[in-house]
Each structure stands twice: as C-alpha cells, then as structure tokens.
C-alpha cells in the first residue's frame, strides 16, 4: 500500500472512533495504554475536521493534562502509539511515532472544546495539553507502512 492511500485510509478509519488507546512507555520499561479522545472523530468533533485538515496527514493530536502521568512518561520517552478500533467494522490502525507538546496557545485555543470545563479551567490552563504525535509507521491488520520523516 503506498504512503498517501494508507494516510488516507488511516484518518477514514480514525474519524469514524470516539476514543483512542495511547501508549506511552514507563521508567519500568513497560508499555502504559489509556483511553484518550479522538479529536479525529467526526461525530464527536465536526468542528474540529476542517482545522485538522489544515495539517500535514500524518500528523495527530490527543489533549492531556500537563501533570499527569502520561504526560511525564511522554517527556522521558516520546515514542508512543495512537490505536483505533471500529467496531461496527472491525477495522483498525495503529500508529506508531513520537510525541511532541504543543506550546502554541493558538492551536490549544482551536482545540479547546468547553466540554473539557470539568477537567481543565479554559484553553490558557497550564494544565491543558495539547500533544503532535509525528507518525513513523501505520500499521494495519495485515500490512505496516513506514513513513518518511
């Protein structure tokens, strides 16, 4: 599969799934998954679609507290993976690559949704993240495609 359509099919699937597995690595070494928003989702996110298109495509975002522990563990080792399933469909992607925090206060004010109110105060709260995740590879059921830089 060429890098464009596995790009493409990757976000097809990804808007279709409310919540993401995201994987972070531990100081034990071990493998760390939790349950994120997929800003990615369309029926969750509709306004969010056409700002996300304003990016490269293989690049994908996930909000986190600053303090947490995911958070720490992102700093330590930024390889991380973003992990989707349809389960209407049964597809899924895994997409593997390194985390980045955002510190542009207008991207944090474009993601800021007010239903985040219960967890962070507004989009200026030091405590809201938002993470790039820079893919390197996708994987599919059958097939991984590695990405340039």
């Known amino acids: 599969m060429e890098k464009e359509r596995a790009l493409d099919r990757m976000r097809t699937i ?57 958070m720490k563990q ?10 989707v399933l349809n389960t209407l469909t049964y597809e899924w992607v895994m ?10 206060q207008a991207i944090k004010e474009h993601m800021w949704r007010s239903r985040w109110k219960t967890t962070y105060v507004n989009p200026e709260d030091p405590n809201f993240v938002v993470i790039k995740i820079k893919a390197k590879f996708i994987r599919f059921a059958n097939e991984t495609i590695y990405l340039n830089d």
């Open 95 to 104: 997409v593997g690559g390194i985390a980045v925090e955002l510190k542009d």
């Open 14 to 70: 990804m808007r279709d799934v409310a919540v993401a597995e995201f994987s972070t690595i531990g100081q034990d070494g071990f493998p760390y998954t939790r349950a994120v928003v997929n800003v990615a989702s369309i029926r969750d996110y509709p306004d969010l679609t056409s700002y996300l298109e304003l990016f490269p495509k293989d690049e994908l975002f996930v909000v986190s507290e600053a303090t947490s522990e995911k």
């Open 74 to 83: 992102v700093r330590a080792n930024n390889k991380v993976s973003l992990y």
